[in-house]
T-cell receptor, first 117, second 116 residues
Framework: AQKITQTQPGMFVQEKEAVTLDCTYD???????LFWYKQPSSGEMIFLIY??????QNATEGRYSLNFQKARKSANLVISASQLGDSAMYFC??????????????FGAGTRLFVKA | DAGITQSPRHKVTETGTPVTLRCHQT?????MYWYRQDPGHGLRLIHY???????DKGEVSDGYSVSRSKTEDFLLTLESATSSQTSVYFC???????????????FGPGTRLLVL
């Protein structure tokens, strides 16, 4: 069954340092998409980065990069040069195809990141 | 930012009353989704739509119905609200479903619903 696991409920990082948020997934579908979203205290869900299962290179979007290790089924988010505004909840998500029942996108439980000044 | 609005943004209602939440998009995206977010459960898909009048169930669809009569609007209805439906509801849109980056879902601001 499809599953997303984020093992770090909360993390602290010093401002200007890099931080890695862990995400592992489980699917039997060879075609899937992986996403990271940020949810600040204001509540909105902000898309950060996308990685397709057939993409050869790790995705990058500004200070965000996705460390995609397909064999290990891991899709860790790396935030470089942390800023105070990065304090938020971060969700890893996966979309795959259930050919008998449509499709499904599932979300992990999230990791709360605290950036210290 | 994707043009997605949700109304109302906050609502308090009583058990047994019908409630309709509206999602409106200006991006002309084909796919629209309704999620609920609850502590300990993350985001869970309620229903989604792949075109006007074309909808399908998600993983937590019991007690909810949806309608999409126009590309830009996707309505979520709680026919008879229960306290277990107290949650934050998010609408999302995507350009495609299974086609690389264009399948990325963009979320509306959310609606906080309290059922007393």
């Amino acid at each position: 069954a499809q599953k997303i696991t984020q093992t770090q409920p909360g993390m602290f990082v010093q401002e200007k340092e890099a931080v890695t948020l862990d995400c592992t997934y489980d699917t039997s579908d060879p075609s899937y998409g992986l996403f990271w979203y940020k949810q600040p205290s204001s509540g909105e869900m902000i898309f950060l980065i996308y990685q397709g299962s057939y993409d050869q290179q790790n995705a990058t979007e500004g200070r965000y990069s996705l460390n995609f290790q397909k064999a290990r089924k891991s899709a860790n988010l790396v935030i470089s040069a942390s800023q105070l505004g990065d304090s938020a909840m971060y969700f890893c998500a996966m979309r795959d195809s259930e050919y008998t029942g449509g499709f499904k996108t599932i979300f992990g439980a999230g990791t709360r990141l605290f950036v210290k000044a | 930012d994707a043009g997605i609005t949700q109304s109302p943004r906050h609502k308090v209602t009583e058990t047994g009353t019908p409630v309709t939440l509206r999602c409106h998009q200006t991006e002309n995206h084909r796919y629209m989704y309704w999620y609920r977010q609850d502590p300990g459960h993350g985001l869970r898909l309620i229903h989604y739509s792949y075109g006007v009048k074309d909808t399908d169930k998600g993983e937590v669809s019991d007690g909810y119905s949806v309608s999409r009569s126009k590309t830009e609007d996707f309505l979520l209805t709680l026919e008879s609200a229960t306290s277990s439906q107290t949650s934050v509801y998010f609408c999302a849109i995507s350009e495609s479903l299974l086609a690389g980056r264009t399948e990325t879902q963009y979320f509306g601001p959310g609606t906080r619903l309290l059922v007393l």
